[in-house]
C-alpha cells in the first residue's frame, strides 16, 4: 500500500509520541475501518505503547 503523510500528520504525530513504525503498522494491518466525511476513511487500531492501551486512529483520504 502507497501512502503520504502530510506535514501536519507528522507534527501531530511528533507532539503525540506517535512513530512512524506504529502510523505504518495501522495503515497496513487496522483492527478497524471506519466511514468518515467526504472522501475521508478512519484507520484504527488499539496498541500498547508505554505500558498502556492507545487507540490511534488515522484520518486517511483517499
Known amino acids: 500500500m502507497d501512502y503520504a503523510i502530510s506535514n501536519h500528520a507528522k507534527i501531530e504525530m511528533q507532539r503525540r509520541g506517535i512513530s512512524m513504525e506504529c502510523a505504518h503498522n ?3 494491518k487496522p483492527d478497524q ?3 468518515s466525511y467526504g472522501q475521508r476513511i478512519i484507520y484504527q487500531s ?3 505503547m508505554d505500558s498502556k492501551d492507545w487507540i490511534v486512529r488515522l484520518i486517511v483520504e483517499e
Do not use: C, H, K, Q
Open 46 to 48: 488499539r496498541l500498547l
Open 33 to 35: 475501518i471506519l466511514d
Open 26 to 28: 495501522v495503515m497496513t
